[in-house]
């Protein structure tokens, strides 16, 4: 276990210019280089089906990419985000309430998780010395730590009452970019992003969008794909419309097809890999 202040080489740049930085870190494992990107993934504990999928889906599309996943080792959001990192071969970086003793280590049902991140060439990190168990009231001063060190925040999902609510507002403060995954209309799931995205949080629907947010080029392989050449007329109308991604809803307004031969060629497109739904939305493959 490794301590530092902040006039310590190790201590994470981006820390030094929040409000009150931690005066001295604990870390176990590996810190990433400074020119490593940086994502803070927040949610809640409580994690739906839909949010466990999309947290999945989109660290996965980040595999070969020099980014750091960080989250608060808990419940729900926290571990799903660590370990879709780690079976991307991503670095990814535990920040518990608590200090990293193993006696102490919170959640305690976590430990092997933790120990899992350190063993894949990840870290955990604290402001707390080594044998400090964590209080209620340590939660939100951890979750500065998260946002202060990422250049982007992914909000996966938050009730009403979450305290992730608190951790994307200081996004705002921090003038970190925020990201939010769309949820369904009166979804209690989805209102934390639906207030956010009222207040100008970015929409994402794939990975590529969180590489944008990052100042990350695609890959060309990722970018561009060559289409067939034997689509029909009524295939190209379709695919023209997905200049970005809709909902099926939004293609079929928008379509001068019937809706039986429109829904028809979504059928014949996704077949062919052409086009593929992710979280309610379509877009080209």
């Not at 707390?128 to 730590?145: G, L």
């Not at 794939?206 to 990350?216: F, K, S, V």
């Amino acid at each position: 276990m490794e301590s530092f202040d902040q006039e310590s080489p190790q201590y994470p740049e981006r820390l030094r210019h929040i409000p009150h930085p931690p005066e001295r870190l604990w870390s176990v494992g590996a810190l990433p280089i400074s020119s490593t990107k940086t994502l803070a993934v927040v949610g809640s504990r409580a994690l739906s089906s839909y949010g466990r999928h999309a947290c999945e889906n989109l660290i996965a599309g980040l595999e070969g990419y020099d980014v750091s996943i960080i989250s608060g080792l808990a419940f729900g959001a926290d571990a799903c985000a660590h370990r879709a990192a780690m079976r991307a071969g991503l670095h990814t970086i535990a920040i518990p309430g608590s200090g990293l003793a193993k006696d102490v280590l919170y959640p305690k049902s976590h430990l092997e998780l933790a120990e899992d991140i350190v063993t894949s060439g990840g870290a955990l990190l604290s402001e707390h010395e080594p044998n400090y168990q964590a209080r209620q009231y340590d939660f939100p001063s951890r979750n500065r730590i998260m946002v202060g060190m990422a250049d982007v925040v992914l909000m996966i999902e938050a009730g009403e009452r979450s305290g992730t609510l608190i951790t994307a507002g200081m996004a705002g403060e921090y003038n970190r970019h925020l990201l939010c995954i769309p949820h369904r209309i009166g979804d209690a799931h989805g209102f934390g992003a639906q207030v956010f995205l009222r207040l100008g949080a970015t929409p994402v629907f794939e990975p590529n969008h969180i590489l944008e947010a990052l100042g990350i080029l695609p890959r060309a392989s990722d970018e561009q794909k060559r289409l067939p050449l034997d689509l029909s007329q009524n295939e190209v109308s379709i695919l023209a419309l997905l200049d970005e991604p809709k909902t099926r809803d939004e293609i079929l307004r928008v379509s001068e097809l019937p809706a039986h031969e429109a829904l028809s060629v979504f059928g014949m497109l996704e077949l062919k890999g052409i086009i593929v739904e992710e979280f309610g939305v379509w877009r080209r493959a």
